[in-house]
Nanobody, 126 residues
């Protein structure tokens, strides 16, 4: 079983920055496609970003493009989400996800992923 643990969430002022980390464990998990999703109360889980196993390909939701950057360090088996220019509408629980399947457009869908972290709360205030 692949285990994912997010960290780095917290309170931040609008316009500020936050860096989320997702530490993974489990056989072959360092080569998995990884993604970030977020969910606010009363809303569906929303795709944020995804990255291929080698880090050479990425996807971003239009709402975060130009503000967020996904990256990974496979030696540490960790994926990151650097969030800049944060807005109140970015407030949500952020979840890290992983799947053994190859990176594709399907990685934008929550149903693609077999493994999920517990989530970390991000609150952006004005």
């Amino acid at each position: 079983q692949v285990q994912l643990v997010e960290s780095g969430g917290g309170l931040v002022q609008a316009g500020g920055s936050l860096r989320l980390s997702c530490a993974a464990s489990g056989r072959s998990s360092s080569t998995y496609t990884k993604g970030w999703f977020r969910q606010a109360p009363g809303k569906e889980r929303e795709f944020v970003s995804a990255i291929s196993w080698g880090g050479g390909s990425t996807y971003y939701a239009d709402s975060v493009k130009g503000r967020f950057t996904i990256s990974r360090d496979n030696a540490k088996n960790t994926v990151y989400l650097q969030m800049n220019s944060l807005k109140p509408e970015d407030t949500a629980t952020y979840y890290c996800a992983a799947d053994k399947d190859s990176f594709s457009q399907n990685a934008k869908a929550a149903v693609f992923y077999d493994y999920w972290g517990q989530g970390t709360q991000v609150t952006v205030h004005s």
